[in-house]
């Protein structure tokens, strides 16, 4: 499709590499890995590989790397096991996570399980340690679930810190890392998380697949019930293409991890600086233009106010432009981006998302910002 992608917070092309792990897996290797006759177990062999990459990545044990069909279902997981078989009654979380967070916790407080609190975040969008610290000192035995780098405005969560803090109280520390995992290195020995997820559509790997990490020293119960694959943790046949293809995204992304690093961090400085030079009065929302604290993927635009607010990303796309307005897991809905009306912006000020992989050039920021800039100078409120 022709165009410019510049959506893959939302999702990533997948890479030729991973293509070709996976093929046989799609065409040849059929077998059923719960089988035990030989087509079975070659299917099982790869599985086992594939957990045994992850594992590695991220200086843990096998046993605690669970597939999943991506990382909704894994915050799921985490949160309503742990919630459920634990006794866990008081939960802290923030007001700018992930639907699959936030919607979970909210269902569990209106379902009468747990009491739910916010932790306060600065005008930036950061979470105040000091009150995270004073909530932890008063409430034993609880949870916090907070997640590494916001999908929407990208600001960075001092994971390592706040995972300390955590087991300094007693408390289960799960982390929504789905847009940290595989642009980050996550050292599970430095972090002292009971649970983080990742999902391979967002590191260049298949749609459908993901996995969850589970703390040897937090056992939980099955979430999904039907069969003993993985370990007995999730019923249902494993995704076997799926799951070599995300430990194949995931040893590229390792691989590789410094040089897309410079290449994609130098693409959003190259916006930021574009932007600023192009549209008098644009801004940046959260600390999305801060190169030390938040995602290099993300870049989080918000624009003076204008008539077209509503109609910037439909230009864009006709432009053959793809961003996106928010979370793309709220595509269709009527509702604006609760990360954004909870850093307190006006309404009338057009945000748009722009979230860059190691496929963009050069080329590609300056007609997205040539774009921005023609529909947006031609329009502006006087």
Same mark, same amino acid.
């Given at each position: 499709?022709?165009?410019? +992608?510049?959506?893959?917070?939302?999702?990533?092309?997948?890479?030729?590499?991973?293509?070709?792990?996976?093929?046989?897996?799609?065409?040849?290797?059929? @077998?059923?890995?719960?089988?035990?006759?030989?087509? @079975?177990?070659?299917?099982?062999?790869?599985?086992?590989?594939?957990?045994?990459?992850?594992?590695?990545?991220?200086?843990?044990?096998?046993?605690?790397?669970?597939?999943?069909?991506?990382?909704?279902?894994?915050?799921?997981?985490? $949160?309503?096991?742990?919630?459920?078989?634990?006794?866990?009654?008081?939960?802290?979380?923030?007001?700018?996570?992930?639907?699959?967070?936030?919607?979970?916790?909210?269902?569990?407080?209106?379902?009468?399980?747990?009491?739910?609190?916010?932790?306060?975040?600065?005008?930036?969008?950061?979470?105040?340690?000091?009150?995270?610290?004073?909530?932890?000192?008063?409430?034993?035995?609880?949870?916090?679930?907070?997640?590494?780098?916001?999908?929407?405005?990208?600001?960075?969560?001092?994971? %390592?810190?706040?995972?300390?803090?955590?087991?300094?109280?007693?408390?289960?520390?799960?982390?929504?890392?789905?847009?940290?995992?595989?642009?980050?290195?996550?050292?599970?020995?430095?972090?002292?998380?009971?649970?983080?997820?990742?999902?391979?559509?967002?590191?260049?790997?298949?749609?459908?697949?993901?996995?969850?990490?589970?703390?040897?020293?937090?056992?939980?119960?099955?979430?999904?019930?039907?069969?003993?694959?993985?370990?007995?943790?999730?019923?249902?046949?494993?995704?076997? +293409?799926?799951?070599?293809?995300?430990?194949?995204?995931?040893?590229?992304?390792?691989?590789?991890?410094?040089?897309?690093?410079?290449?994609?961090?130098?693409?959003?400085?190259?916006?930021?600086?574009?932007?600023?030079?192009?549209?008098?009065?644009?801004?940046?929302?959260? $600390?999305?233009?801060?190169?030390?604290?938040?995602? +290099?993927?993300?870049?989080?635009?918000?624009?003076?106010?204008?008539?077209?607010?509503?109609?910037?990303?439909?230009?864009?796309?006709?432009?053959?432009?793809?961003?996106?307005?928010?979370?793309?897991?709220?595509?269709?809905?009527?509702?604006?981006?609760?990360?954004?009306? %909870?850093?307190?912006?006006?309404?009338?000020?057009?945000?748009?998302?722009?979230?860059?992989?190691?496929?963009?050039?050069?080329?590609?920021?300056?007609?997205?910002?040539?774009?921005?800039?023609?529909? +947006?100078?031609?329009?502006?409120?006087?």
């Amino acid at each position: 499709m022709a165009g410019i +992608y510049l959506d893959n917070a939302a999702t990533t092309a997948l890479d030729p590499e991973v293509f070709e792990a996976m093929k046989p897996f799609m065409l040849n290797h059929y @077998g059923n890995p719960s089988s035990i006759h030989s087509h @079975g177990r070659e299917v099982r062999a790869a599985i086992e590989k594939s957990r045994r990459a992850v594992a590695e990545l991220l200086n843990t044990s096998p046993s605690e790397i669970f597939f999943t069909s991506g990382g909704t279902e894994a915050d799921n997981m985490a $949160l309503r096991c742990s919630i459920e078989q634990k006794g866990i009654k008081k939960v802290l979380t923030s007001k700018i996570e992930h639907h699959a967070v936030l919607h979970t916790l909210q269902h569990l407080e209106k379902t009468g399980q747990i009491t739910l609190d916010y932790v306060p975040l600065d005008e930036k969008g950061m979470v105040e340690m000091d009150a995270l610290k004073d909530w932890l000192s008063t409430n034993p035995d609880s949870l916090v679930s907070l997640m590494h780098g916001n999908n929407e405005i990208g600001n960075i969560l001092d994971i %390592e810190e706040v995972s300390w803090l955590c087991k300094q109280y007693g408390a289960i520390f799960h982390s929504d890392t789905v847009q940290t995992m595989a642009h980050y290195n996550h050292d599970l020995q430095e972090i002292k998380a009971q649970h983080i997820v990742g999902a391979a559509h967002k590191f260049h790997g298949p749609k459908g697949v993901g996995f969850l990490y589970i703390n040897n020293e937090h056992k939980i119960q099955p979430f999904i019930h039907g069969g003993a694959q993985e370990r007995n943790m999730r019923g249902g046949t494993e995704n076997v +293409y799926g799951i070599v293809g995300l430990a194949k995204a995931m040893e590229i992304a390792y691989r590789d991890m410094e040089e897309h690093q410079n290449h994609i961090q130098g693409l959003k400085d190259r916006m930021i600086q574009k932007l600023k030079a192009k549209v008098e009065g644009v801004a940046f929302n959260g $600390l999305s233009a801060d190169q030390d604290q938040s995602l +290099y993927t993300v870049l989080n635009v918000c624009l003076p106010p204008s008539d077209m607010s509503d109609m910037l990303l439909f230009n864009l796309d006709i432009k053959g432009i793809s961003a996106s307005g928010g979370s793309a897991c709220s595509s269709g809905s009527d509702v604006g981006s609760h990360v954004i009306a %909870e850093l307190g912006k006006a309404a009338e000020r057009p945000n748009v998302r722009f979230s860059f992989c190691k496929y963009n050039t050069s080329k590609d920021i300056d007609s997205a910002v040539d774009a921005v800039a023609e529909i +947006y100078n031609k329009q502006t409120v006087d």
